[in-house]
């Protein structure tokens, strides 16, 4: 739309204009009109990369999940091994690839009980190894 708007006021004066002038008027609006079109497209990426978090695990059974025991906060099947479960204070990470330190990369696509902030939670397969897990303090960088 600005971009019409721009070359046709250019158009309708470009008696008064030389040639070269007119090019020149039109190659840089259009210049202008892309830059902020593309705004901060390749921008850095504003928000923390790395995170010192509390690192814990569950399984996906029914004591330890809300509804469907299988199915993350995303609605997608939780992947043992595969799923991390975030806190609500990190939920703008869900969808995201991440790399815990000691434990390898995973997926944000589940939510943690709000109770949780700083918080992450591994998807392990059975119980046994969820509590063998314990609680860890760990790094995670956020990948994507």
Excluded: I
């Amino acid at each position: 739309m600005l971009l019409v708007s721009v070359t046709s006021y250019f158009q309708a004066r470009a008696a008064s204009l030389t040639r070269e002038t007119a090019r020149a008027a039109v190659e840089l609006s259009m210049h202008t009109a892309e830059a902020r079109l593309a705004g901060n497209l390749f921008a850095p990426y504003p928000e923390p990369r790395l995170f010192a978090v509390t690192v814990t695990a569950y399984s996906p059974t029914p004591d330890q999940t809300w509804g469907d025991p299988w199915t993350g906060a995303m609605g997608r099947r939780v992947r043992p091994g595969k799923t991390l479960a975030v806190s609500h204070d990190l939920k703008h990470l869900l969808g995201s690839r991440v790399y815990v330190q000691d434990v390898g990369y995973l997926v944000a696509e589940d939510l943690m009980h709000p109770r949780w902030e700083n918080r992450v939670d591994l998807c392990m397969r059975t119980r046994d190894r969820a509590e063998a897990f314990g609680v860890k303090q760990l790094n995670m960088v956020v990948l994507d």
